[in-house]
């Protein structure tokens, strides 16, 4: 008998039904063993050396791989084809080799990129050793992260400036916070088109203007309403008669996408799905297992040559040889290190549709499609261009009609979140030379200029496959992360940096902005993919980062946190303030600036103690209305809903709040928003939830232990006051020195019953 380990069950399940009886087929269940979660198990001194231990819950399955291996005769390793895969192989055959389990037992490394019976017997038929230097790419990715986490992340949780540092997602969050300040830097301008309703043997169509009195318009030409009135005036109202005075005709043509990548799959199912980038590869990865799609990690555009001609075949006798090109084509890979002995994600067997519903449908049809389409003729246009004089003025128009379905008889790429049908077809009258256009009407427009759109996630992976930052295998985690983290909100499909994303980029941007630097980790990258090639040795690899990361590292711990935050609030300024005022509207006296406490970012006075006014921030605090191309408008985090209630949103989220300072009643509103909220119901609210947990308030820090004192007007007993884990109740809200008189006095015994009842 034969034993292969697969990563898997479901995998499993598939590969064993090809091999037949003398084969056990095993899951692994992802990774079996990483770093144990200690600073040290990257010990920099000794080489970098890296100390493992089996991961919580996978002990079983070493278990079961073990109990197996003793009734087997050989062991295949047949985990996923990529720096991933070769790492499980590799500790696994660590881990059985350090337990003496192999006994002189072959072992077997084997890769295939789809789960049929053919791959995988050719797999097997034709196996190599585990590769050294997949491995140590691994060994460096893994230590570099370790060594960012576990260096890095503790200087950010030490100030409470976050919850953690990456390699990548910092940059990611890095990228949309930078977005968000060009969007909030963004000066809106003013311009204004004009537009002709045309009719010709009774077709309407528009044209635009874009010559008047011998000079050119063009986007930004018309100023402001008034210069609009003048040329209004100029051609007089109605404009009854107009003449055709050119007509350019054209073919044009359009070559299908090609077949999909893992970032592009993403990209187009965010778009035409709405999947986010972790849906995706759930269900692609799903779709793999069952056989339906080959590998779906993978950088590159190439098809096998098998694959390419039983795609062009099913053209052939699908729609006929007109759709079919006289040879296949060619897609050049635009990552720079792809991986060319892996596929782009395409279906196993075209003519394999199989009982699939729901989401799995859906991906598979779009990846289906997408596929089938690559290999199919060009779409052809003809293209008509016209220009119509009226009085001094002309006006253009533009009309493509579709003459051959081509690849769009399968598919249409969405480009730029445009609606899946749409194709670009403007169709015209047929026109000539000298023909009588009637002008109906004149239709003036204003605009404005508009921003660059926040980042969604497709354009958010494209934009870091454009830089080079990440794999194929990293972008779900990447998104889901920086959310996760609560570095970024989502709102209408849009990434907002939150409060801690503005603090945490400015933090590494000012101390570690050699370390978060897009070059930085686009190198990081191409390093890796040196080692992976055997281009460079792991070891200097990863001396070549810690030497100047250890530096900047060590001259960041030993700033003291007021200059710190001294230098965020200088890089914060302008986002903070947008009005270049931060007098504090409570005392007139003080300056408000960035703070933070263990629940969040904050503004506060300067003025403190005398002043305690402070604002808690959310992630759309001071956006922009500019919301660039997606035209979603600005969130809104506070209403005045009307007899003294209002609706804000604080450090434990929405809540409704009447009245104001120290007899104020608040309540729970999670489930509500500034638009979705109504008096009637915030009346609700705070009658029928007394209880709910509700916005406390800061009365200062105890001068004896130098924590926040907080202030709960409601809670199962009543309102109480907290402290540094010290709870004691009250009857009204007291003064600064009156609280920390009664956390300083709270019996010891009363603290030690507490925490056992907790």
Known sequence: MNLLIVESPAKAKTIEKYLGKDWRVVASVGHVRDLVPEDGSVDVDKDFEMKWQIMPGKEKHIKTITDELKKADALYLATDPDREGEAISWHIFDILNSKKALAGKPVYRVVFHEITKNAVQNAIANPREIDQNLVDAYLVRRALDYLIGFKLSPVLWRRNLGKSAGRVQSVAVALVVEREREIEKFKPVEYWSLDAMCAFMKSEFKARLTQFNGEKIEKLSINNNDDMQKILAGLGQPIIKAEVISV???????????????????????????????????????????????????????????????????????????????????????????????????????????????????LYDLIWKRTVACQMTNAEFDSVVVDIKAKSAIFHAVGTTRTFDGFMKVYIEDIDDKDDDNDGETKLPPLSVGDAIDITELLPEQHFTAPPPRYSEASLVKKLEELGIGRPSTYATIMSTIVDREYVTINNKRFFPSPSGWLVAAFLARYFADIIAVDFTAKTEDTLDDVSNGEQKRLSALTSFWQPFSTILNNAKDVPTPEIMDEINKSLFAHLFPDDNNNCPECGVGKLGLKVSRFGAFLGCGNYPKCKYTKHLSATDNASNNEGNDNTPANNNSADLGEDIKFLVGRFGPYVQSGSGKDAKRAAAKKYSAETITLEIAKELLAADKAARVEPLELGKNPATDKMIYYYPTGRYGAYISSNKVNVSVKEQPSLDAAAELINNKKPAAKRAWGKKK
């Open 248 to 362: 350019e005709k054209k073919k044009t043509s359009r070559r299908p996408a090609a077949p999909f990548t893992t970032s592009t799959l993403q990209q187009e199912a965010a778009r035409k799905l709405y999947f986010s980038s972790k849906k995706t590869m759930s269900v692609a990865q799903k779709l793999y297992e069952q056989g339906f799609i080959t590998y779906m990690r993978t950088d590159a555009t190439n098809l096998s040559n098998d694959a390419v001609s039983s795609i062009r075949g099913f053209i052939n006798d699908k729609y006929g040889d007109k759709f079919l090109p006289k040879s296949p084509i060619l897609y050049a890979t635009k990552s720079k290190n792809a991986q060319e002995a892996h596929e782009a994600i395409r279906p196993t067997d075209v003519s394999k549709v199989g009982a699939l519903d729901g989401d799995e449908y859906k």
